[in-house]
């Protein structure tokens, strides 16, 4: 079956970095557009970044943009977030998502189908 496994999260000081993992199974990952999104407390859901393998420049929110990257190894069927610059406003439970069809951009809860259990990100001093 179909598993997203993210790992990375932790305290960072604001300023700092992280770099979040996801490691996907049960899928052709390679075929489907991944994302990240984070969710916080009283705010909802929020969606950071995304990228295909096909080629596609990947998408990042303009909250993030110059901050987070997003990238992908098909061959480790894992997904990356660098994130760097953090600030308070990070804070927020990140999770992975696949899309649902192959090759189809997903940045929103109805075209995707799986999520991880997400891994927590703590900016403080």
């Known amino acids: 079956q179909v598993q997203l496994v993210e790992s990375g999260g932790g305290l960072a000081q604001p300023g700092g970095s992280l770099r979040l993992s996801c490691v996907a199974s049960g899928f052709t990952f390679s075929n489907h557009f991944m994302s990240w999104a984070r969710h916080v407390p009283g705010k909802g859901l929020e969606w950071v970044a995304g990228n295909d393998s096909d080629g596609g420049d990947p998408w990042s929110a303009n909250s993030v943009k110059g901050r987070f990257t997003i990238s992908r190894a098909n061959a480790k069927n894992t997904l990356y977030l660098e994130m760097h610059s953090l600030t308070p406003e990070d804070r927020a439970l990140y999770s992975c998502?696949?899309?649902?069809?192959?090759?189809?951009?997903?940045?929103?809860?109805?075209?995707?189908?799986?999520w991880g259990h997400g891994t927590q990100v703590t900016v403080s001093s």
């Open positions: 998502a696949k899309a649902r069809g192959v090759h189809i951009m997903c940045v929103m809860s109805v075209c995707s189908d799986f």
